[in-house]
């Protein structure tokens, strides 16, 4: 029967030898935990079950460092919380984006509810927003209906947050003057 390893002492066995057995040890005593406190901020479990993975895969390959000055769990849950962050707050609103630019890329004709929406008579906020460029519509779009902060934006978007900034500061303008 072999001797029970600290986690720090499991952590050096990953780092400095690849010991799987470590690895797998440190996989069974965390990631159920890990699994659990992911589930408490995100609903998606397949979402869930990718991140715990990857935080594992980032302990596996060494891109994490454990710096033996805090709890295991803790090391773990801060690489854990941070790539949900990024799931959610990158891949999620850019392939919102993703779906939205193709939906009005690959369009062959303009659908009913665009003609109506584009016959609405000025000063109706419909017709409004029709009549923005597609740019104003975007930063609209990703920081008025998404919910996006301007730097969430800026990622989704592709470009500088000052730009967006600029480009909703434009879009308000051009919808007041239009309701007016």
């Known amino acids: 029967m072999s001797e029970t390893r600290s986690d720090g002492e499991l952590l050096r066995a990953v780092a400095a030898d690849a010991d799987r057995r470590a690895f797998e040890e440190l996989y ?3 990631a159920p935990w890990l699994t659990a406190r992911m589930r408490g901020r995100c609903a998606d479990p397949a979402v869930v079950d990718d991140v715990v993975q990857e935080t594992f895969l980032a302990v596996w390959r060494g891109s994490a460092r454990y710096r033996e000055d805090g709890d295991v769990a803790g090391w773990l849950w801060r690489i854990g919380s941070r790539r ?5 707050r990158g891949d999620g609103a ?3 984006l993703r779906q939205a630019l193709a939906r009005l890329r690959h369009r062959d004709e ?3 509810e ?3 929406l584009a016959g ?3 000063g109706d906020l419909a017709g409004a927003l029709i009549r923005l460029s597609p740019e104003l519509r975007a930063v609209l779009q990703a920081t008025v ?6 730097r969430e934006a800026a990622v989704l978007l592709g470009i500088p947050p000052g730009t967006v900034k600029t480009r909703a500061m434009r879009a308000r303008r051009q ?3 239009a309701l007016a």
């Open 145 to 150: 209906v998404d919910g996006l902060t301007t």
């Open 114 to 116: 665009e003609r109506v």
């Open 120 to 122: 609405v008579e000025h």
């Open 175 to 177: 919808l007041r003057e």
């Open 28 to 30: 069974r005593q965390y």
């Open 84 to 88: 949900l962050i990024d799931v959610l």
């Open 110 to 112: 303009v659908s009913a």
């Open 94 to 96: 850019r392939g919102r």
